[in-house]
Nanobody, 122 residues
């Protein structure tokens, strides 16, 4: 049974950092992505990584502040969040796709985690 389990969310002050983790069980996927959804807003792309090549892609809100990475042995994907501001407050979701893709679109993902809350106070 495939499971994606996120962790690492929490409450942080503006300017602070958090590191989110996404542990996959059951199998390894070709593409992993992070998305986020703030109250009253649509879910948006944050970052993605190709498992085989390590190629990474970022949404505009993440460029220069967030870093996606992977640990092959632990089958875990990380999202390092730096220089956080209140606009980053959202539930962050990890997703995994069987196909090799840039990973910008939600439709390509086969599995989703339950989400982890990130709250940034001003």
């Amino acid at each position: 049974q495939v499971q994606l389990v996120e962790s690492g969310g929490g409450l942080v002050q503006a300017g602070g950092s958090l590191r989110l983790s996404c542990a996959a069980s059951g199998r390894t996927f070709s593409t992993y992505g992070w998305f986020r959804q703030a109250p009253g807003k649509e879910r948006e792309f944050v970052a993605s990584i190709r498992w085989g090549t390590g190629s990474t892609y970022y949404g505009d809100s993440a460029k220069g502040r967030f870093t996606i990475s992977r640990d092959n042995a632990k089958k875990t994907v990380f999202l390092q969040l730096n220089s956080l501001n209140p606009e980053d407050t959202a539930v962050y979701y990890c997703a995994a796709a069987l196909s090799r893709d840039v990973g910008l679109r939600m439709v390509i993902y086969d599995y989703w985690g339950q989400g982890t809350q990130v709250t940034v106070s001003s």
